[in-house]
């Protein structure tokens, strides 16, 4: 791997259910299938006698994980495979209602406005910093979309979704350290008038639909038309806003989306599709709970903010595909666009808890004060990026399959911060008085005022960074099948990808950090039938993330980038199904070898944080997936995990909380006060205390867990098919979800004030749904109980590193949900 660096100055109810509920539903599922005193095949023919319904049957999903088709149990890779049917039973609008139905994954919110994936421990720990790339790669018909802020738009008008655990480092390359997740939607076809309108409402106003239609012209065209809209009112609410009598909502929706697709195809050979899609919101703030908010109830936030989010996605994308005969060939191309702005209260509270929290007074002299810690911000983001990918493959079946492709990439990233800390509003109780300096028209940084009349409000993080992305690459990969059961695979990938970024900050003079880094990886596998319908398989692959440059414009630690992180991985695996397709049975155990961690690391500077590097972690575990048919109409779905890490090299960092209480005592005692982080804007001597107290403070990572990773997760689905009059039947499911607590920082599980602020408390889930399907086979009417025992289950926690605060999102409380679907 290369690695060069150019830099200039150029001016996240409790616990009250245990983990035996979950046993329970696991318990039943087993004693359904072992104890009734027959084997499941007797069992499953006297049912069949007796007239009752079998379950839904187990089904082979084709997916492209390896850039080629293949059935999901024939693919030598840890991957789950989520159909549409599967998707709507569970409620699944977007990638944060994955949790739990995969293996490993772990998907949360940072600032309310981006979506976090990790797999196996290995996600995005940078949020915060904007020319950092995800971990987990993410594609929409095989198209890589490249900003992480896109996984704000709702899946639509979907035929399944795959979620490839592992590094990907050969067919998908950097940023698929974890793994990757492919959303592939319902395609045109030829010759046919088809779609489907499908409805939802329920509690919090829920109003939601959606529908496509294919159409035909000519033999050769076909026309798939898919919308989506969604309205419903907040999960949660701010208790402290004016004028909203203690209920501005949070965590509501207002979303539309579409998508237009065209297929030409006028042979066997040639296809080309043109895609057009649109999707944007119009939201308030998603819930962020502070941790040490005084309100017990996990959906009232005692906020004074009044948070607002829009969003939108532009994507154009075609793909044409040819077959040679003796390859196939794939030219795939893209145009995209993100566009997001809004305001946020980072430490999610109101004037007077934000001071009562954070401030601070010198026991020793009552006069040294600092109270200036209300932390509200506004963004503006906005992206743009072109993709361009080739690939020829061979046809399949041959004593060697193959593929070669290319990949390019181009980026541009324009972001800008305008952060304020304060005691006190503009215009006394009015939180909106305070001036939004970023959009929608960004201020001269030299035109910014930084005192209010009496000083009690003024930007202390301001930034504009303007940073770019080129990346290319080629790969290879090919299977040898010596023997009908014995097949070995071989792949490599060359990628070289350089980055820009030029920081404006408020503090000192524009900095222009540049970045160029290259890489081998690879994968060697091997995979072996042991029976027809058994697979084992063992792999050992190598995966790579680029570095880039830091926002900060005045680190005095951690500088102005940060180096690539690396893995290597190895796996072996079993997949088998049995009992004439009644039984499907995958297992996997990994171990990683990690280098570089990049993870948000506070600066001895206050407020100068950004991403560095952990020199080493390792990260292992178990994982199972069982879908089996049981006697009488039952069924049972299941997955579960246990998984272990640490962090295997010493490095020192300072923890947010941390740092930000020996600020607030520095900045106490000097005049100065909030100043003392702004370098030009104050003495020397206040900076240097600071910097020395803070420095003083730094530990040893070592031993660490790793973030984002949940020793134990489970999940277990028991579902029931009942025959009724007319071919009629009703399905009856009950879901319960376990996962264990995670620390979401690199920084440990440390206990501030009684408070074990980096830890993402566990959970137990229980849902409930209904299915019945008429004597008409398009219509569908469902209901579901999401939630059912109302628990305040926290799904992710973020850690703000600029502000010294640790928030929360938490499970939405119980809602009902009806819908009806006409399939035609």
Known sequence: MGYKVRIGRTDGDSLVRNRLCLAQVSGLAIALGLGLGASPVQAAETAATAAEPAAAPITDIVV?????????????????????????QNGVADAVDLNGLVPGLVVSTSEGYERNLAIRGIGFNVPQNDSAQPSISYHVDGIYIVNPVALNTNFLDVDHVEVVRGPQGTVYGQNSTGGTVNLITVQPKLGQTSGYVHADAGMFALAGFEGAIN???????????????????????????????????????????????????????FSLELRAEYARARNNETEGKNIFDPNPNPWEQTSDWPGKLQYDNDLFSATANYDFGFAKLKVLGSWQMVRQNGSVNEDGLDLPTSIAVYGYTDPTNSANVYNTVHDLQYFYHRSTAKTAEVDLASPGGQTVDWIVGAFYLASDYRVGYDQYALN?????????????????????????????????????????????RHSWSGYGQATLHVTPALRITGGARFTHDSNTTNIVDYAGSPVFVAQTNTAWTGKVGVEYDLAAKTMAYGSWSTGFKPGGGNISANPVVLGFTYQPETIKAWELGVKTTQLDGKLRLNLAGFYYFYDQLQYEGEDALAFQGGVANIPAMHV?????????????????????????SKMTGHYQV?????????????????????????????????????IAARSAAYYDVYGNPAPNLPSVTATGTLSHTLALAGHSSLTTAVQGTYRHSYVN??????????????LTPGYVLWNLSLRYKPEDPNLTFSASVKNVFNTGAVLGQFTNQFGGEVTRQYEPPRRVVVSAEYKF
Do not use: W
């Open 215 to 269: 159409l035909p012209v000519g033999d050769t065209v076909a026309i798939r038309i898919a919308a989506q809209g969604t309205h419903h009112d907040g999960y949660a609410k701010a208790t402290q806003v004016p004028g909203t009598s203690g209920d501005y909502q949070l965590s509501n929706e207002n979303s539309l989306h579409g998508r237009i697709t065209v297929l030409y195809q006028p042979d066997d050979k």
């Open 654 to 690: 300072l923890d947010n909380i941390t740092g930000y209480n020996i600020d607030k005592q520095i900045f106490a005692r000097n005049p100065a006060g909030l100043n003392c982080a702004l370098p030009g804007l104050s003495d020397t001597p206040c900076i240097s205390q600071d």
């Open 64 to 88: 492209t994980a390896q850039k080629r088709e293949s059935n999901v149990q024939r693919t030598p890779l840890s991957i789950t495979a989520l159909p549409a049917d599967l998707l709507k």
């Open 424 to 468: 006190a509003y503009p215009v006394t109780g009015d939180p909106t008085s305070l001036q939004n300096q970023l959009y929608p028209i960004v201020t001269d940084p030299n035109a910014l005022g930084f005192d209010s009349p009496n000083g009690y409000y003024y930007p202390y993080f301001y930034s504009i960074s303007y940073l770019t």
């Open 745 to 758: 920082a690199a920084y440990g599980d440390k206990v501030i004030d009684g408070v074990h602020v980096y």
């Open 620 to 644: 292992y575990g178990l994982e199972a997936e069982m879908n089996a048919i049981l006697p009488a109409g039952f069924r049972f779905d299941g997955n579960a995990t246990l998984e272990g």
